[in-house]
């Protein structure tokens, strides 16, 4: 696999790119909001904006300006206020958390001393520091919060108050359905190569599939609608005995913030309400969702281990690409990614970003459920904390590939994993089917 640049000017200009990325976007996200809608918990099943915000400074001064800097606690008596493993999201909105005006200083100030410190340190010494990996670390940590807070504007009630440009319609013939055979054989699944990779993308690793078929592009809303009308959510062979209970216990028939008026489906969209399109992946289901729409239609989930070999593997040369299009970073003709947008782009675009075997928007979109559970690489190490990824595994969360709309490019590669329960609906869910040969 080529690997990223390792010239440590150019990783430091990366690091820098990466950091002032994710904080304009944090601006963007906490400041087109009033203080009640920062400090207000829009639900249970998130923290309000303004833990978020104040969460991101401290995590970035506690690994760059105390571990790496050297730096004594800024303000040591908020750490145990903003640490995720000790208070669940639901009691957050109790906790003495600081103001939104006093939680921006904290950040802006954390910021600020991180950036002096990026100029002098050098990216040697100790595998925190190789090729600037702390940085990259926190400039990950920071745009997954960012997507966090995304879901939260999401799941806001009121006025929209955020707007982007939509998706521009797929360029040549449009490709909504159909399936490509990925072949049989070894490839090289997860990395030892890639600069910032995650603990639980590591290490690189052999592993050797079956044939198999695997959808074209992701399955779209038209096509999860003939699944409701054909009384997928009334038939209990479709799914598994806990995904029938939730949507007994919860009513639930149809993805989250869907509703039926008039004769048609609408959805709500970051305040706004508007039609199902069709031809959009769908979005916010659950993975007991994308496994019953998977049963009706005769296919299954893909594992994991499929998903990465049709997202990477080159047929011709049999090595693993970083991304599905080769090694380049990801640009705007190859995924939606970043926020650019507020939604899925229609099924069937970015044909640059199409892997050698032709399957598109792996990348970027929607993240796609698979069938696996959250488990650790033959040879996995915890780095650089057990609370990232080794708390998590085990089949009580299932992977998550691919990206979305809401994800920047820096957490996201074909190498990344992410991992949530089964039930969950409000993030950015997708998925596409596979069938055995």
């Not at 800024?74 to 103001?99: C, G, Q, S, T």
């Not at 939104?100 to 100030?109: G, L, Q, W």
């Amino acid at each position: 696999m080529t690997e990223t640049p390792r010239d440590p000017s150019d990783l430091r200009e990366r690091a820098v790119t990466a950091l002032t990325t994710a904080r304009a976007r944090t601006a963007g996200l906490t400041e087109t909001v009033d203080d009640p809608d920062l400090t207000a918990q829009h639900s249970p099943l998130m923290s309000p904006l303004v833990w978020d915000l104040a969460h991101i400074g401290n995590m970035e001064e506690l690994w760059l300006l105390r571990n790496v800097g050297g730096r004594e606690p800024m303000h040591p008596e908020i750490d145990p206020l903003y640490d995720a493993f000790e208070h669940p999201r639901a009691e957050r909105p109790k906790l003495p958390l600081l103001p939104p005006d006093e939680a921006r200083r904290y950040t802006a100030e954390v910021r600020g001393r991180v950036l002096d410190l990026l100029e002098r340190t050098p990216f040697e010494g100790t595998d925190l520091l190789a090729d600037g990996y702390v940085f990259g670390m926190i400039a990950q940590h920071e745009q997954q919060h960012d997507e966090t807070m995304l879901i939260t504007h999401q799941l806001r009630r009121g006025a929209p108050v955020l707007t982007a440009p939509d998706p521009a319609p797929p360029a040549g013939p449009p490709v909504s359905d159909g399936e490509v055979l990925v072949p049989g054989g070894p490839f090289t699944m997860g990395t030892s190569a890639e600069p910032w990779s995650l603990d639980n993308e590591r290490p690189a690793h052999e592993r050797d599939l079956a044939p198999f078929w695997l959808d074209t592009v992701p399955v779209t809303n038209g096509a999860y609608q003939r699944f409701i009308e054909d009384g997928g959510y009334r038939e209990r062979r479709w799914w598994a005995p806990e995904g029938w209970e939730q949507i007994g216990r919860h009513g639930i028939g149809a993805p989250l913030f869907w509703r039926r008026e008039a004769g048609q489906w609408l959805r709500r969209r970051f305040g706004v309400t508007e039609p199902v399109p069709a031809e959009e992946p769908v979005l916010h289901v659950s993975w007991y969702e994308a496994d019953a729409y998977a049963r009706w239609a005769g296919r299954r989930l893909p594992t994991e281990a499929e998903w990465e070999k049709a997202a990477r593997h080159d047929p011709v040369t049999g090595r693993s690409r970083r991304y599905p299009w080769g090694d380049e970073d990801p640009g705007p003709e190859h995924a939606n990614l970043g926020q650019r947008h507020l939604r899925p782009a229609p099924a069937g675009s970015y044909p640059k970003g199409a892997s050698p075997l032709g399957v598109r928007q792996l990348i970027g979109d929607v993240w796609e459920w698979t069938a696996s559970d959250f488990d650790p690489y033959p040879g996995f190490r915890a780095f650089p904390y057990k609370e990232y990824s080794e708390v998590f595994f085990g089949p009580a969360h299932k992977v998550l590939r691919g990206g979305s709309f809401a994800v920047d490019q820096v957490a996201c590669r074909g190498t990344f994993r992410n991992w949530d329960l089964p039930v969950r609906r409000q993030i950015f869910s997708g998925f596409r089917t596979a069938r055995d040969v």
